[in-house]
T-cell receptor, first 112, second 113 residues
Framework: GAVVSQHPSWVICKSGTSVKIECRSL??????MFWYRQFPKQSLMLMAT?????????EQGVEKDKFLINHASLTLSTLTVTSAHPEDSSFYIC????????FGSGTRLTVV | GDSVTQMEGPVTLSEEAFLTINCTYT??????LFWYVQYPGEGLQLLLK?????DKGSNKGFEATYRKETTSFHLEKGSVQVSDSAVYFC????????????FGAGTTVTVRA
């Protein structure tokens, strides 16, 4: 079946540094990738939608300069959290639109 | 806009009990409806889906029927197991041609032996 591989599964970084999260579609081409953020015991909040070869579309209230999304190829989309702060600590999940929405396994980001 | 209202938890059950999680939606057009399951520390896994009215999605003993007249997609399982303990999310997409998924708040289910 369709698989989206998300890495890293967890990361701890210092305040002020940047972290890159990758999502790769392993056996299909992902034209559209969604990026979500999930706080503990809460639902998923859509951050942005990326389409291969074009700029991402951000949801209202999401800082696009802080959360940089790149979708340079049909098999790779990345989310870079720039100048991370403790309030950016969260669980980030990507999802390709194909095959009824295929989710990555998530990345637990902790900023210390 | 599109929205999903999901029964709040947590829900605690004994093994072999009947599980039902209510889900209702508001959407324009003809959305597709989904149930996802999330185990601790993991991403979401598609449990089942339905793309048009009266469709029944089923998987691993779980079922849900797309009811347009009541705008509902309730999840049911006749006999739960401890391994069914997880968070369940109801979601919809594409009601107005938009492929974004709208999620319910999630329901935590704990099944005790």
């Amino acid at each position: 079946g369709a698989v989206v591989s998300q890495h890293p599964s967890w990361v701890i970084c210092k305040s002020g540094t940047s972290v890159k999260i990758e999502c790769r579609s392993l056996d299909f081409q992902a034209t559209t990738m969604f990026w979500y953020r999930q706080f503990p015991k809460q639902s998923l909040m859509l951050m942005a939608t990326s389409n291969e070869g074009s700029k991402a579309t951000y949801e209202q209230g999401v800082e696009k300069d802080k959360f940089l999304i790149n979708h340079a190829s049909l098999t790779l989309s990345t989310l870079t959290v720039t100048s991370a702060h403790p309030e950016d600590s969260s669980f980030y999940i990507c999802s390709a639109r194909e095959y009824g929405y295929t989710f990555g396994s998530g990345t637990r980001l902790t900023v210390v | 806009g599109d929205s999903v209202t999901q029964m709040e938890g947590p829900v605690t059950l004994s093994e072999e009990a009947f599980l039902t999680i209510n889900c209702t939606y508001t959407a324009t057009g003809y959305p597709s409806l989904f149930w996802y399951v999330q185990y601790p520390g993991e991403g979401l896994q598609l449990l089942l889906k339905a793309t048009k009215a009266d469709d029944k999605g089923s998987n691993k003993g779980f079922e849900a029927t797309y009811r347009k007249e009541t705008t509902s997609f309730h999840l049911e399982k006749g006999s739960v197991q401890v391994s069914d303990s997880a968070v369940y999310f109801c979601a919809l997409s594409g009601g107005g041609g938009d492929y974004k998924l709208s999620f319910g708040a999630g329901t935590t289910v704990t099944v005790r032996a």
